[in-house]
């Protein structure tokens, strides 16, 4: 074989092996380019946005053009290799090897033709051009994808078959095409915890984009203020007293009862009592009391903010399945649950639900969730049908009603009523085991 020759076979081997490199890149930052992206790229304008947009609506169809053009290229560069490196390197080895290696020279060729072809295949054809894919994805995506969608059109026969195939095995060992989302809740935590972890994200930012997934699985009985803790007034109370008391309490609504609480008749705001005034000395509370709007403890809180929006609302009522009022919950409840604790003027001085003190056990006001709890401090309990606050499962423990001082055990926590508001449980002290005593069970 003359060198002519050889080179001109060389650079067709090295032209095939980096279309194959081309072929598998584009496959790798197919994969890697994030589909919530692809739109802004076609919104900027990106030359080859459209088309891998496209291409991304059928993930078989593309992999499948990728494979063809990865396999016909490897395949062709080794067929050169092997028809045109053997033929050459097999004079040169019957030129130096000594006698008793003659019979070995035609293995010895062909051995050393596949293993370069090997090494130059998987660095210049998979290794370099999938690690430069990765790094990449978004220019190398946009860059290749026209010229995947032509490669497609002209293998379009074959394409076809090799998607039906592959679709038609995979639904034989059961792993046909789910729709699942492309990003899971999961995901995307984990990859703030991993933005985070780089400074991409700080610890609030953090907290905020996970208080947003927890507001869509939680239920307004989690959120709402108990009907122990509800303030409200008898709808015969005279307008001008009723002023005095939302001044004091500072209060900017307040649900009108007719005889109990489970007769709710509205709901007033003060800014309109105040008007109503203003006009008349003695306003009759109806003028100025709006429509009562009514919940089930059941429903979702992201559901009740749209409703309330919708609404134009501020406040509702929440009822159990039996019609029961069991608690009120406000915009400023739900909003909490995704930035935090807001408080005003009239909260400064207010006590905090649950008290960390210095020996690091917890005093706990008894309408204190036992979800919160549990996602705060880790507490053992879980809400049932039958209790979902701290009070309430320290009763059910007890089974009566309960005096100051009495203490439950449950999983190593001592749970200590310390106060009482009547019959109800207002404080409970939690002493939480020490890691030694946990470490010793």
Known sequence: MNFNALWGELLAIVVLVLVSG???????????????????????????????????ENPPHFLATAQIGVTVAGAMASVVAGAGTVAFIEPVLRAIAPTWLLPWVDPIALSGTVLFMSYFTLVLGELAPKSIALNRAEQLACFAAPVIRGFAWLCAPAVAVLTRSTGAITRLLG????????????????????????????????????????FTDTSVREVMTSRSEIHAVNSDIPPAALA???????????????????????????????????????????????????????????????????????????????????????????????VGEIRDEFDVDEELDIQELPDGSLLVRGTVTLSDLHDKYGLPVEETQDYSTLAGFVLARLKRIAKGGEAIMHDGHKMTVVALDGRRISKVRIERPRKAELAAV
């Open 175 to 214: 792993a046909g095409h789910i729709d699942d989302p492309f990003v899971s809740e999961d995901e995307v935590k984990h990859m703030v915890h991993e933005g985070t972890e780089a400074g991409i994200f700080d610890e609030a930012e953090r907290k905020l984009i996970h208080s947003i997934f927890e």
């Open 22 to 56: 081309f072929f598998s890149a584009s496959e790798i930052a197919f994969v890697a380019v994030r589909r919530s992206r692809i739109p802004q790229l076609v919104a900027e304008g990106r030359r080859g946005a459209a088309a891998l947009a496209t291409l991304k």
């Open 244 to 338: 005095k008391d939302l001044i004091e309490t500072g209060f900017s609504r307040v649900p009108v009862y007719h005889g109990d609480l489970d007769h709710i008749v509205g709901t007033v705001h003060i800014k309109d009592l105040f008007r109503a005034l203003e006009r008349a000395p003695s306003p009759k509370l109806v003028e100025v009391m709006h429509p009562a709007y009514f919940v089930p403890d059941s429903m979702q809180i992201s559901d009740l903010l749209r409703e309330l929006q919708a609404r134009r609302l501020h406040l509702a009522i929440v009822l159990n399945e039996f019609g029961t009022v069991i608690g009120l919950v406000t915009i400023e409840d739900l909003l909490e649950e995704i």
